[in-house]
């Protein structure tokens, strides 16, 4: 019988879901399970009914059609199949029928209640659990804060300490509470295989992701001179007239490199990529045997 894992939060992105999937993706994988992960596919341009990104064998669709999310998956899960779709409970009977995994990883389906689940995990930030408390449109909230007594397990993300946010005490009492945090693994080019130390570098940053800051900021941590940067909305699609302006910009400041996230990388014209490096994170999963020991 297949296990169903669902990873998500309840505020509006920036809790590290992708980057946290993968790894429970490759957790799975090393163990000699057939992992398949569904995903909305928000903002993919091929629409939302059920697509096949990766069959574990093949990327079959780009991050254009795709959405940079279950694209950026797919390429470092490799024997991963990914599904993106709408309708979750249709993504899960299309890969029953066509697949039969023996995990699935349910991307961002913490408020997706139509698909069953047998493990729900909430990811919290660790410095904002709740935001603001107040929903959207008046905050940052997807649902009330209430809705983390749903959860089975509570992992707090970007987390400096294991001590447990006041303002999330009352949410996550008598639940299995865990914490991570990124772990910066190298800046990659084109080749997918170069590696360059950041400190003293002079760079001009950009990103089009929930939490922006947080990426700047991190890039500062590494010893780098952030000599300019520039942002975009979450998922945001590059034409060339943007990353052509990102380019002429970072000359005229005489910046060292130009630096991104992954998940914007994958998103790039071709022929920018060769001139764009992107910083890759892992998550660092603490008391990492005791989570996967709950998970089974």
């Known amino acids: 019988m297949s296990k169903v894992i669902s990873i998500g939060n309840i505020s509006m992105g920036g809790t590290g879901k992708t980057p946290f999937t993968i790894m429970l993706a490759k957790h799975y994988i090393s163990k000699g399970k ?3 992960i569904l995903s909305r596919g928000y903002k993919g341009n091929i629409g939302y009914d059920t697509n096949v990104v990766s069959d574990g064998k093949s990327i079959l669709l780009g991050p254009d059609k795709a959405a940079d999310e279950p694209y950026m998956i797919a390429v470092n899960c490799p024997e991963a199949i990914v599904i993106t779709g709408k309708e979750r409970v249709r993504s899960y009977e299309y890969a029953e029928k066509h697949f039969k995994p023996d995990i699935y990883l349910l991307d961002d389906g913490f408020q997706h209640h139509k698909m069953h689940r047998d493990i ?7 410095k904002k659990p ?3 408390g107040l929903m959207f449109p008046f905050g940052y909230l997807r649902e009330p804060a209430s809705g983390i007594k749903r959860a089975d397990i509570v992992v707090f ?11 999330a005490a009352k949410f996550v009492k008598g639940k299995p509470v865990f914490f991570s945090n990124v772990d910066y693994s190298g800046i990659y080019g084109v080749d997918g295989k170069a590696k360059i130390a950041m400190k003293g570098k002079k760079v001009f940053a950009f990103a089009g992701i929930a939490s922006p800051k947080k990426f700047f900021s991190f890039i500062k941590s590494l010893g780098a001179e952030l000599v300019g940067r520039k942002f975009y909305s979450d998922h945001h699609c590059y034409c060339g007239r943007e990353t052509y302006v990102v380019e002429r910009k970072a000359k005229e400041i005489e910046a060292d490199l130009i630096l991104t996230t992954e998940k914007d990388y994958v998103k790039l014209p071709e022929d920018v ?4 490096h992107y910083l890759k994170i892992d998550i660092n999963l603490r008391e990492a045997q005791k989570f996967f020991e709950l998970l089974g």
């Open 120 to 126: 729900d995990i909430c990811l919290l930030d660790h």
């Open 130 to 132: 709740i935001s603001t």
């Open 34 to 36: 057939k992992v398949c």
């Open 157 to 167: 993300t970007r987390a400096e300490d294991d001590r447990i946010p006041e303002k």
């Open 273 to 276: 990529k060769e001139r764009v």
